[in-house]
Nanobody, 115 residues
Framework: QLHLVESGGGLVQAGGSLRLSCAAS????????MSWYRQAPGKQRELVAQITSDGNTAYTDSAKGRFTISGDFAKNTVYLQMSSLKSEDTGVYYC?????????WGQGTQVTVSS
């Protein structure tokens, strides 16, 4: 079983920055990738950014140039640096860990961007 804990969410003005963190603990087998998803009110959860254990990253178009995902797989930790935040970035941000066996989700952290 893998346990994920996110932190770093909060209220920020448009144009501001936030840094999210996610730490994984428990029985970790072959952690392959860690990702950040976002769920805005009334919308489906969507992928924001992903980093693989070999360092490859991917971003949704709206995050490119503004968000940076980084990870320390030795410490099973992933970060999401968010800059130039917009009101449409508001939502609950979830961390996900992909292993060779299962995928795990954190409980989410709220990010609210005021315009």
């Amino acid at each position: 079983q893998l346990h994920l804990v996110e932190s770093g969410g909060g209220l920020v003005q448009a144009g501001g920055s936030l840094r999210l963190s996610c730490a994984a603990s428990g029985s970790i087998f072959s952690l392959r990738a860690m990702s950040w998803y976002r769920q805005a009110p009334g919308k489906q959860r969507e992928l924001v950014a992903q980093i693989t254990s070999d360092g490859n990253t991917a971003y949704t178009d709206s995050a490119k140039g503004r968000f940076t995902i980084s990870g320390d797989f030795a410490k099973n930790t992933v970060y999401l640096q968010m800059s130039s935040l917009k009101s449409e970035d508001t939502g609950v941000y979830y961390c996900r860990a992909d292993t060779s066996r299962l995928n795990y989700w954190g409980q989410g952290t709220q990010v609210t961007v005021s315009s």
